[in-house]
């Protein structure tokens, strides 16, 4: 299974300095749900506070979540040579083998200079193995690797002794992982896979805007998708990842569109996986796996609506699945007024609705 290559978004626009939320909204003196929201609609662009998304949706709107907990998945690697670099540990394959990130030092872009046959030793003093590249094991120098591990390493219980949660150079320090958690992820010990970096879109929904989302007569349905590393410097398609859409979920999506209502995912990978199981004719069936797809001009979505979403970086892949759901001229005019108002970027900043 390879991802697919695409072509660039349409929309265009350039980051100021500043522009980067460098730690969570709690502690910049916010509620989690306190952070701006930007409402993209066909009548134009408005302003908000997160907690007053349940009066942006109508009764009758399907809300969509992942579930996926965010596991601690860095760690610290040494090389053949004796340097430690930081290791982002992205996905567990069906094999046993892993898909892993090897960083520069200073983590400000993947490490290019290895190659098939390199061995690592990694936190615990365990050996893995480069196989090869990852998801195109013909590549050259590569962002991802698929690797070999040692018999009797589990994935999700290695990285919870070893881990910590995956950050990046905008970041001023560490946080704990909680701070990396939505409030609906499956309970850690209860998931054995889990996300390599937080499912961030949902992160501002708290138990307060989902308790007054459901009395406005808004459903809340779960989809599982586990989201690997998110750290596409070259603005590649996103990766292969696995994903589980329930019948339960399925039916709620069918009746809500028979019903007239919208179907809205928070994040894009809640989109990815429900537009995996969607059928041509809208049915929705229970569906779980591996999806590769990339949604753009020649992939329109079937059932989604409408999008909760954080910002994305210029010429970012997810782009893409914004204009697929939104149309470019609105996600173009979003991204203006978002850049033109100060709104904070990366997955403990600002957020968008996007509702064509």
Known sequence: MTAVCTPSPVTRFTLPDGSAASEPAEYRGLHRDGIRLLAARAGGISHHR?????????????????????????????????????????????????????????????????????????????????????PDPSAGATRLWRVAVPEGISHAP???????????GYQQRRFPLADYQTVYATDDDAEPVGSAEMASAGRPLTAQVLTRAMSRGITVAPIVLHAGVASPEAHEPPMPERFAVPAITGRLVEATRAAGGRIVAVGTTVVRALETAARPNGRVPATQGWTDLVLGPERAPRVVGGLVSGLHEPEASHLLLLEAVAGPELVAEAYAAAVAERYLWHEFGDSMLFLP
């Open 50 to 134: 997160f907690h007053e998304l349940p009066e942006l949706l109508q009764p009758g709107d399907l809300l969509v979540v992942n579930t996926s907990p965010t596991l601690p998945a860095a760690v610290e690697a040494r090389l053949g040579n004796g340097e430690h670099r930081p290791l982002h540990v992205s996905t567990p394959l069906d094999n046993g083998d892993w898909v892993i990130e090897v960083r520069l030092a200073d983590n400000s872009g993947p490490e290019r200079g290895l190659a098939a046959g390199e061995s690592l030793r990694i936190s615990g003093g365990h050996i893995l193995r480069l196989l090869c590249a990852y």
């Open 158 to 168: 290695y990285l919870r002794e070893h881990g910590r949660p995956i950050s990046y």
